[in-house]
Each structure stands twice: as C-alpha cells, then as structure tokens.
C-alpha cells in the first residue's frame, strides 16, 4: 500500500526540535485510507492555484508538487507572515499492489484527492474447486 514512515521527515522533525525548538507545520498534511477496492488520498492545499499542482509517477514513488505564492504586493510592509509560500513537495511510496496506471485526482476547495485503485492481480479472489473423480494435479 503506503509507506508510513518517512525517515527524513522524522529527521527534519527532530532538527526542528533541537535547533529552533518548535516545530513546523507540516505545509501538505494529508490523510490515506483503504475503502472499497481503492486507496484514498487526501492532502489539504489551501490557497493553492490548481494549475500549480503536478503529480508525477515514477515507478512506485507518487510525487506531489505544489506552489503557494505570497499574496503581498510590493511596496507592502509585512505585519504577520505565518503562512508557509514557494514550493512544496511530497512523495507517497505505494506499493506494487496499486494500479499507478489508472490515478484518479480532483482539486476541490483546497483539497487535493487521489483515488489509487488496487490492482486485479492484488484483490482477493475465491478459487473454485472441482468436484468429481480423483485427478492428479499435473506439475
């Protein structure tokens, strides 16, 4: 399915802690599940022009980029400036049992959704068995 651990997010975490004390927000938090033949995605993007989101697959490594632009004009004297801007980018390994060729993705009211289905061969099927005389299993 999905990694869950990123490594060199928790070693981003814990270089936040030590040096500055706080910890940043993640600026693509996101949400994953398994529902009905299909992993579900969601990543929330506020502020995000659409046509500057790219979603890339390379392999099994889904890459999502977005950009956020400051909303400031120049000339103007920044007061408070917590939201994060420029580009940003998050990567979801999936596993082989995703279909990567069939990606379903929409952007509404900020929030990116993927639908990744799961691939025929990975879904659990009954196997018949066959009734009747004994037959010998050829190999």
Sequence with gaps: MLMRTDPFRDLDRLTQQLFNGVQRPVAMPMDAWRQDGSVWVKLDLPGVDPDSVDLNVEKDVLTVQAERKPETKEGAETLISERPTGTFTRQLF?????????????YDAGVLSLRIPVAEQAKPRKIEISSGGRKELQS
Excluded: F, K, R, V
């Excluded at 999936?94 to 279909?99: A, H, K, N, S, Y």
């Design 94 to 106: 999936l596993g082989e049992t995703l279909d990567t060729e069939h990606i379903e993705a929409t």
